[in-house]
């Protein structure tokens, strides 16, 4: 989660739980795509995941108040810090262990 808050420059709650008012980002809230296309979250094989292009986290609720907003980074070509890597990492490590859309992206 490091990556992830260094490249969508997120605040401690939107990543982690820390405290009951948080909106954390749920597994429903990332997208990755593939050169344009997007990629199921729950079939696609996780290599594929990890060599996605673009990486979205939907910003459900924010301070602006602007409900909705994508933020999207693109791969950055390195192994390990790169967002889409970062994400896709993540998304593995919750589908092994049986997450649901619901499930928080700081859950393990």
């Known amino acids: 989660l490091m990556w992830t808050g260094f490249f969508f420059l997120g605040r401690p709650g939107e990543y982690c739980a820390a405290?009951?008012?948080?909106?954390y980002f749920r597994l429903s809230d990332v997208q990755l795509l593939n050169h344009g296309h997007n990629l199921d979250l729950w079939s696609t094989?996780?290599?594929?995941l990890r060599r996605s292009t673009d990486a979205h986290l939907n910003f459900s609720d924010q301070k602006?108040?602007?409900?909705?907003?994508?933020?999207?980074?693109k791969a950055s070509g390195h192994p390990t810090a790169s967002p889409t890597v970062a994400i896709a990492d993540q998304v593995c490590h919750l589908r092994a262990h049986g997450a649901t859309p619901a499930t928080p992206l700081c859950a393990f």
Not at 45 to 48: A, F, I, L, Q, S
């Open 19 to 23: 405290r009951s008012g948080n909106k």
């Open 45 to 48: 094989p996780e290599e594929t």
């Open 64 to 73: 602006n108040h602007h409900r909705g907003e994508k933020v999207g980074q």
